[in-house]
């Protein structure tokens, strides 16, 4: 076993006192024990002082009361598959991983809800719902890896929100440690509940800033019986981005609508020459679910829904097989991004629907004016566009041009009525720009909500707030 | 016209400036004209000092300016359909009645918002999308007369919650008014968004207690295609608990999943013979909704689903107007209940959907042994039940057993890890029980987020919070 260093920037005291409460175990304090927990999604890396990795909710509260009292940072830690950097110990301080606190408590099929602790990983609690007929919407792509509590943290979503709705709408209740150690109860066990204001929702979303999670109760939905994955080439954007709109304006909404911009396609072609008709230049990827007996007739509207606005081709997978083959393209996109631009910036930007064309268009412009290549894929039917700047890091002349790029794409997504990140959240990358899409009075009163719950700021400290002026 | 007598708790001052933002016609201080502000659906009585009926943000803002600056309660209304005296002036005050402000500014189908004013009528707004094949689908009994801004300060429900969820899944932003007079924009205009705290879910079911609503931008759902209306009769309560918590458990949810209860089922047989099966003590009734080529699948599936759970009888509706006869049990009701005990006691009550058995029975108990009447029904499908208890105001004996029975049918809700209110609100009826309810650290931190939005305490003093403390 490495030889615990205690971390100068804990007191003898602090630590003690830690060790205590968590056991020999639970707290890590070794230089590689430490680097595990360094780093996140974002490529960024900051050490924390020390790891914790309590087993229960008491283990949490005692942690914090000494944390509370210390004045020490506590930084709550999922997987570590966030974006943002929300899960990195920016100024230091003890990191708090959920990793032990990961027990389903209870699954109620006909009360439609699960008890989960806050480490539960998204696949896993899918696996165990799925046996009983049931799902928990929320699908972010690193479902088999990230954790409920990361989840409800960050509110991420994924590609079937634009069917289920979003992470939000799916938590019925949960407990938490406050920042000073007392525990809080919000919410409940029921499908509708109007009693008091509604600080589940409040929490939800909050980045492990205002509480950390120890208990989540979590609405279910039925597993769909059955699912048909169709895929639609268009031979322009503006046609791809009038289909999403005309089926998002009509209908039930599919259970995916994803699409992918002409740069998008054109990278996927190196890798799946076949993806599809040589004459596409941008692609929706759509799914529909629905009980066995409907779902022929469902992919069937959809393809006649398709077909109204003029594609090039549509396909309709015959079987899983071909499904998968349709969602390679989809799933490629992501490493064959990171390895062609390691360094790239992705963003997770949203615009209402329509505006689609309008945004995709205008990054080609600034692809165009910057030189900085420009790839767009994503979630079309929340309008929910992972935008990648894909930098070079061989090209030391680009990183003003980069980040004048980056401004300028906030720019236009909030003139088109938008906002700056649809499920990966704020954390420390886009910290310095929410200011110009929040109110000012809004962002006032959230500053004041922050330090009505954290009076002393030892919660994920440095995250979501602008650091000018807090 | 009436003459104006200025109300003697309004000082000159205040009400010139009042006049000076709102017009003459803006500002009512009549005793006839503020007696129609009065009252709501709790059936109590208080009169305002003024009624306020601004016709802008604008106006809106002013008036609160000039109410913080000399302390006057603020008493935000809608329609006055609340039954929780949500909109009543307890401590006297202007009611700000939202009337004017009734403009649809915007319907988006592609992007699916719509963006209203606050005192857009429910019903009224339905009309409107359904010509584009949408629809809003929080669905309250009272409808037809209330409005927007009552629905999201309550976050009251209806019927399809069991399918669409609750008011607050279906608000994409909000422009409110601050206690002080300043505006704050919350939320946006996509239907999935992650930066900063969200507070357009901290205001929704405030009760007008932190702000005042004066634009909502709405998520939109299709409007269905097709319905179809299920009546299902058991011999016992417990057959028909069990079949809604088997619907529940597995597939789809039905679009309604209502219930009568043996003693309401009793009470409309009186005026309804042929209501079902003279054997059903229990009912339930169900409907399904969906695209046109589904739909005659999804009522037949729904039937195979009750007839597992032996009902007395089963009867699909084969046209429109069959499904009104059967609704009509379940819209009878209200009135009857209205005219045999015009001083009911109602109660909107919440308990997991697999617990509806033991609330029923446990009514029945607390019925018989406090010779108090006491009639269930309501929407199954969330475990939301309506709880009459039928008050005999000849009676001057009953008002202790009365209490008595109350206080023991909301112990019993919370035992069954249930919640005093689905969909009607706290208000004035029960601020004296949510601290049954309300983990105490949640109660404090309300408090106090109530003082950060609201320092000097004139939005809607008095409702929510127990008294005790405050």
Redesign the interface.
């Known amino acids: 076993m490495e030889p615990l260093i205690p971390s100068s920037e804990l007191s003898a005291n602090s630590l003690a006192a830690l060790r205590r409460v968590l056991g020999e175990t639970g707290l890590l304090t070794g230089g590689a024990q430490r680097e595990a927990y360094a780093r996140d999604n974002s490529g960024r890396r900051f050490l924390p002082w020390a790891v914790a990795l309590p087993k229960s909710r008491e283990e949490v509260a005692g942690t914090l009361k000494i944390c509370h009292e210390a004045g020490i940072p506590v930084i709550p830690r999922g997987a570590g598959t966030g974006c943002v950097g929300g899960a990195l110990a920016i100024e230091g301080g003890l990191v708090l991983s959920t990793q032990r606190m990961n027990r389903i408590l209870a699954v109620?099929?006909?009360?439609?809800?699960a008890v989960v602790e806050p480490g539960v990983v998204n696949a896993e609690l899918g696996r165990r719902l799925a046996e009983?007929?049931l799902c928990w919407p929320p699908d972010p792509s690193s479902a088999r890896s990230c954790t409920i509590g990361g989840n409800l943290a960050?509110?991420?979503?994924g590609p079937n929100?634009?069917r289920h709705?979003?992470t939000?709408?799916w938590v019925l209740g949960m407990t938490v440690i406050?920042a000073d150690g007392?525990?809080?109860?919000?919410g409940?066990?029921?499908?509708?509940?109007?009693?008091?204001?509604?600080?589940t929702?409040?929490l939800?979303?909050?980045e492990g800033t205002?509480a950390v999670l120890v208990e989540a109760t979590l609405k279910l939905a039925?597993l769909p019986e059955a699912r048909r994955t169709l895929r639609a080439a268009f031979a322009d954007m503006d046609g791809a981005a009038r289909a999403v709109?005309?089926i998002?304006?009509?209908?039930?909404?599919p259970s995916a609508l994803e699409f992918l911009d002409p740069a998008a396609l054109e990278l996927v072609r190196g890798t799946l020459p076949e993806v599809c008709h040589p004459l596409g230049r941008a692609l929706l990827l759509i799914e529909v679910e629905?009980?066995r007996?409907?779902i022929e007739?469902?992919a069937r509207?959809m393809r006649e829904r398709l077909e109204a606005f003029a594609p090039v081709e549509v396909t309709v997978a015959r079987d899983e097989a071909e499904s998968k083959r349709i969602w390679a393209a989809r799933h490629a996109l992501s490493p064959t991004l990171t390895r062609i631009a390691p360094k790239r910036v992705n963003e997770d930007v949203?615009?209402?629907?329509?505006?689609l064309a309008d945004l995709v268009a205008g990054l080609a412009s600034i692809s165009q004016e910057s030189g900085v290549p420009i790839v767009g894929f994503g979630?079309a039917g929340?309008?929910?566009i992972h935008v990648n700047l894909l930098t070079d890091p061989a090209d030391p002349t680009q990183g003003p041009r980069v980040h004048q790029a980056l401004e300028r794409v906030f720019d236009l997504v909030l003139a088109l009525?938008?906002?700056?990140?649809?499920?990966?959240?704020?954390g420390i990358m886009?910290r310095d720009f929410?200011d110009r899409?929040?109110?000012p009075?809004?962002?006032r009163?959230?500053r004041?909500?922050?330090r009505?719950?954290d009076p002393k700021g030892i919660l994920n400290p440095g995250k979501?707030f602008p650091i000018d002026g807090q």
Chains 1, 2 share one sequence.
């Not at 007392?182 to 919000?186: P, S």
């Not at 066990?189 to 600080?199: C, E, I």
């Open positions: 109620e099929p006909g009360d439609r809800f009983q007929g960050m509110c991420s979503a929100a634009v709705g979003v939000r709408h406050l007392q525990t809080m109860r919000v409940g066990y029921t499908t509708k509940g109007v009693v008091g204001y509604d600080l929702q409040l939800i979303g909050s205002l039925p709109a005309g998002m304006a009509r209908g039930e909404p629905g009980a007996a409907e007739e469902r509207a949203v615009v209402p629907v329509t505006r979630h929340n309008g929910n009525r938008g906002t700056l990140s649809g499920e990966h959240g704020v886009k929410i899409e929040l109110d009075e809004s962002l009163m959230q004041a909500i922050k009505l719950f979501i």
